[in-house]
């Protein structure tokens, strides 16, 4: 979306205070339609001109019981007239649609925060569901701790849409829209956008158009007219750089910059993959893209997924494979297959809450030891990590370059927060970017003998297309005799190609850039990231820049082998801080290979860090205390509010 348009909100006529950003939640039962009302707000603010980041939360159940807190559905968005790298921290706005939304979202909300609850769900039922013994909304340490808004929007849109003809069960579908109209009058957001959206996804039903735009409206107008809320809020267009931008979800922007990858390397796309969370949308995205030179396969199980995409990559064809933690581990010995083959092949891992089926729909960066160290025998691969959702579209490139370029599987790593999250992202000049050089052996017509595993420079083997005149070689798992290819083994040979496959991996140093550091070149604390704890540490480390403290801040995209200038950069700080949402997995890798003692910040709950958390563990590593503010504000709050609640049955 071009940050150019700029929509004008309708007018009001209360009070709007200007503020720099804000953070709103709208939460409620799966069924409620939460994640289409929070990709309309953010299409919106994205629309309007503010930088945004968001965070859909899902529940793991397809379809849990109605208003159990296992069935609850969320959606997060910050945005703001800055630059912004997460989906915000405390939130200033929540939305609830029922009693169990409330429950497992009130501590996010800052004390002082906005608190709206649709009061018609509220019934003594729907509280008993979620685990109160009395409505939680009489409690008055709530009314005192919040902005509490009670607002009946069940009923509201009943009565807005009584002479639709619409049956109760369609008019009650219609409330997520009343939720979207009242928070854009809260902060000043135009319904235009979302008008376009309902007539464009809907031409065929215009009275779902009509019922949904009148819900729309009634929130809006709810909001203006009662005297319940005073003001509302206004947040200015963000300076982002010139140009045409898009709201772009991780597994979108994963899915563009692999069709890019191929356009750019001439070949023709292949995916191979089996349906997992949270993996399966990029299977989706592609799939709509067979006019482009997309193949797409959805196999019977994992194995068949990958081996399908190494007989796509022995054809010289861009293969991919796509999946989770769980479906990786069954990928791995075809993933050592492929390492043997020494063919190109994408490896892609949306990480998930683990082991086993663990957590679906939460987020973990705990796959790394898996992604260095997850197959048979001596088998290293090279390792590169996504930073957020636009990056996808760069690392998706970056990864496909340097597996056709070494002939070895390459895996890329990504996780349930970026995949399913969302920011602006500036749409390149196709022109501008670099094409991918990939060079196969022409015919030998001479009758020399081809030799499959002979090797330039960088100890690359050539990639022989089949059908190519005199170019037959012997493939398979066995191991290979060094330059022939036939199998072999004999002691010696077996040392050499092991010592040869680790120094080709090693070499991939060569092709990539050096590290970068924001922040002073040396100092007491470096902060070292990877994969989608960037935006916190980033924002972290910026905050304590402002404050003086010597911190910088080292973020990684190779994980495997690492920046050649890496050592140095780690042994110009007195202290290293490793945050992972894992319980130091990269820390152990950096430790082992540098023997540094650097330190963790580890977290394994399904949610990212947020900001504080991270403030406050470098201000803990400088011996500054975590000056007084929890990661969390309101929570202490929150939850003397849900005690209550529970107490004022007794």
């Known amino acids: 979306m071009s940050t150019t348009i700029a929509p004008e909100a309708p007018a009001t006529h209360k009070e709007v205070q200007h503020i720099p950003s804000a953070t709103v939640r709208f939460a409620g039962d799966s069924g409620d339609g939460m994640q289409l009302t929070g990709e309309q707000f953010t299409r919106t603010s994205a629309l309007l001109g503010n930088d945004v980041s968001t965070f859909p939360d899902f529940p793991a159940e397809i379809r849990a019981p109605r208003g159990t807190l296992a069935g609850v559905s969320g959606f997060q968005v910050h945005f703001s007239s800055t630059d912004i790298y997460t989906p915000g921290d405390a939130l200033d706005a929540l939305v609830v649609m029922n009693p169990a939304a409330l429950k497992t979202n009130l501590t996010d909300l800052r004390k002082g925060g906005v608190l709206i609850a649709n009061i018609d769900n509220f019934e003594k039922k729907d509280n008993e569901m979620a685990g109160y013994e009395a409505n939680p909304l009489d409690s008055e340490v709530l009314e005192h701790t919040y902005q509490l808004f009670k607002v009946p929007m069940t009923k509201i849109v009943r009565e807005a849409l009584k002479d639709t003809g619409m049956g109760v069960k369609e008019i009650d579908r219609c409330k997520n829209f009343f939720a979207l ?96 969370t949270p993996a399966s949308d990029i299977l989706h995205e592609l799939s709509k893209f067979k006019n482009y030179g997309v193949r797409t396969f959805q196999a019977e199980d994992e194995i068949a997924a990958i081996c399908s995409a190494i007989g796509a990559a022995y054809g010289g064809h861009m293969a991919i494979t796509t999946s989770s933690g769980p479906g990786i581990a069954l990928k791995g010995e075809a993933i050592g297959l492929a390492l043997m083959l020494e063919l ?116 690359a083997r050539p990639w022989a297309l089949p059908g190519t005149k005199g170019l037959m070689h012997r493939i398979g798992g066995l191991e290979k005799q060094d330059i022939t290819g036939n199998v072999n083994y004999e002691p010696a040979n077996h040392q050499h190609m092991v010592n040869t496959r680790a120094k080709k991996v090693e070499n991939v140093a060569l092709e990539i850039p050096l590290q970068e550091v924001e922040g002073p070149a040396s100092g007491e604390l470096l902060v070292l990231s990877w994969g989608g704890t960037f935006g916190a540490c980033k924002t972290a480390v910026g905050a304590c820049l402002n404050q003086g403290l010597s911190v910088a801040h080292c973020h990684l995209r190779w994980l495997n082998p690492y920046p050649r200038n890496l050592e140095k950069i780690l042994r110009s700080y007195k202290k290293v801080l490793i945050p992972e949402l894992n319980m130091g997995q990269l820390r152990t890798f950096i430790r082992a290979k540098y023997l540094i003692d650097a330190q963790g910040l580890n977290k394994v709950q399904g949610k990212p860090f947020a900001v504080q958390e991270v403030v406050n563990a470098i201000r803990q590593q400088l011996g500054l205390g975590s000056n007084g503010q929890p990661a969390r504000e309101g929570t202490g709050a929150a939850l003397a509010a849900l005690a209550a609640a529970g107490e004022s049955a007794g």
Not at 238 to 252: E, Q, R, S, T
């Open 181 to 276: 109209g009242l928070v854009y009058w809260l902060y000043g957001r135009d319904m235009e956008p979302t008008a376009r959206f309902l007539q464009e996804k809907f031409a065929t039903k215009p009275e779902i158009v009509d019922a949904n735009m009148k819900a729309l409206k009634a929130g809006w107008n709810y909001g203006e007219t009662t005297d319940a809320f005073a003001s509302s809020y206004q947040i200015d267009k963000a300076k982002l750089p010139p140009g045409k931008y898009k709201n772009i979800m991780g597994n979108v922007a994963l899915a563009y910059g692999l069709m890019t990858a191929a356009k750019l390397s001439g070949k023709e796309l292949f995916l191979g993959s089996y349906p997992i």
């Open 344 to 459: 190109p092949l994408l490896v892609i891992n949306i990480q998930r809450g683990g082991p086993s089926t663990g957590l679906p729909t939460k987020t973990e960066q705990a796959d790394l030891f898996q992604a260095i160290c997850g197959r048979n025998g001596e088998s290293p691969v090279p390792v590169i990590a996504c930073r957020s959702p636009a990056d996808c579209f760069d690392v998706a490139q970056e990864a496909w370059r340097i597996a056709s370029r070494f002939m070895t599987p390459v895996m890329l790593l990504s996780d349930g927060y970026i995949a399913n999250g969302s920011e602006p992202w500036l749409i390149p000049d196709v022109n501008k970017l670099p094409k991918i050089e990939i060079k196969h052996p022409g015919p030998i017509e001479n009758g020399d003998k081809f030799l499959p595993y002979k090797r330039d420079e960088l100890l």
